[in-house]
């Protein structure tokens, strides 16, 4: 990344660490720092900072009360929260996304709620929100719990509230190529006392847990660099959103590339800058825009992972729990009859194949090279 990341705080933190000589997670350390502070920031009740943010969506799936014969809704685009269902025992469902945002349709997410739903996990994928109002207005009438998945989601404004505070839970991942990275890590956040005690039990326990848990908790030299990149963060955001722009810039006018559309009262926490492929619908040719492409030297993804989650093998085949049939193959404790099949996301099936990738997490500089570089690679392209 072309941003400065790293300077003399977080190593003033890490010696106090040392000097103390804790290094475990502590409630009157860095720890217990940075979840208030992180929850000073969100204007929420509760921060509960772990070792990663897959560990907290197991712990909010579990939170949620979803257990084996339940469904969670997740989202088609990305794997992480099926997965999560999948640590539950869980039948993963999906919901399709908007065809201009990429982002969860809540009126699909709707339609996907069965007896068996407990929950909705949605992604503000690639910096930018889901329909939140929306979403948590699905959940509250069908009352199951609203999960936002906000690792790509820092400080992001939606409809006067950030993203993750919309929610019943919000849960940021600090991973190395986050906005705010502690190499690993994450946090998740709620207003909700219930829901709050009981991510916390099953993500870290002392000698008898209340129920069946695990040890996820973040360590004090991870919250201490945590702490240090918070007091940061708006700075770096400020430095993405003018890569953004330059990054936008170099397609606009372009007929054959869909920019990705932001809505009226949506923010950007820019992280991925993304558009899709339409040259097919004024004969311009893919294969010479991808060569085009990696003519530039850049780091340029085509096709994202090119089908839906719900068709990735882990899911189509009884590959957890030792391939015993839950939650998904012959289960027995589930009532449900939701099936993965081709067309069941039509619109995620259609624009992922299409999608054009690159980080935007970069100096306005190096972005302005990147984006001058594509409005080559266009040219190039148009010219056959």
């Not at 502690?182 to 099953?202: C, F, N, P, W, Y």
């Not at 848990?213 to 990149?229: H, N, P």
């Not at 939701?338 to 099936?349: F, K, M, R, S, V």
Request: include cysteine; aromatic fraction near 10%; charged fraction near 20%.
């Amino acid at each position: 990344m072309g941003v400065d990341r790293f300077d003399g705080v977080e190593l003033e933190y890490l010696k106090q660490i040392l000097a103390r000589g804790r290094l475990s997670g502590q409630g009157d350390g860095f720890h217990g720092k940075l979840e208030a502070a992180f929850a000073e920031a969100y204007g929420v009740k509760h921060a509960i900072a772990a070792n990663a943010a897959m560990s907290l969506l197991i712990s909010s799936v579990f939170a949620a009360g979803a257990g084996t014969g339940d469904e969670v809704i997740c989202d088609p685009l990305v794997q992480f929260h099926a997965i999560g269902a999948l640590w539950q025992n869980c039948y993963p469902t999906f919901a399709d996304v908007c065809p201009d945002t990429w982002l969860m349709d809540p009126e699909s997410a709707r339609r996907t709620i069965s007896p068996q739903t407990k929950a909705i996990c949605v992604t503000n994928l690639w910096g930018q929100p889901a329909e939140l109002d929306a979403l948590r207005k699905v959940a509250d009438e069908r009352g199951v719990v609203l999960i936002e998945d906000c690792a790509h989601a820092q400080l992001l404004p939606y409809k006067g509230k950030f993203a993750g505070t919309w929610g019943h839970i919000g849960v940021f991942s600090f991973c190395q190529g986050k906005h705010m990275t502690t190499g690993d890590g994450g946090i998740a956040v709620t207003d909700d006392d219930e829901l709050a005690a009981r991510i916390r039990s099953v993500t870290c326990f002392g000698e008898s847990p209340p129920h069946l848990a695990t040890v996820f908790r973040m360590t004090e030299m991870q919250a201490a660099i945590g702490l240090a990149q918070l007091e940061k963060v708006k700075g770096y955001l400020e430095e993405y959103l003018k890569s953004y722009a330059q990054l936008s810039a170099a397609i606009d006018g372009c007929g054959w590339l869909q920019p990705r559309a932001i809505r009226d009262g949506c923010g950007n926490s820019p992280y991925i800058f993304s558009f899709a492929w339409r040259g097919d619908d004024h004969g311009v040719n893919l294969e010479r825009f991808k060569q085009a492409l990696f003519d530039t030297g850049d780091t340029w993804n085509i096709g994202f992972t090119q089908v839906p989650a719900y068709k990735y093998k882990l899911f189509t085949e009884p590959l957890a729990y030792q391939n015993k049939g839950c939650p998904i193959h012959r289960c027995p404790y589930y009532e449900g009859s939701y099936q993965y099949h081709d067309g069941l996301c039509p619109t995620a099936e259609a624009i992922l194949p299409r999608l054009v990738n690159h980080n935007c997490m970069l100096a306005e500089e190096q972005a302005k090279g990147v984006g001058d570089r594509l409005r080559v690679a266009i040219e190039a392209t148009e010219r056959g």
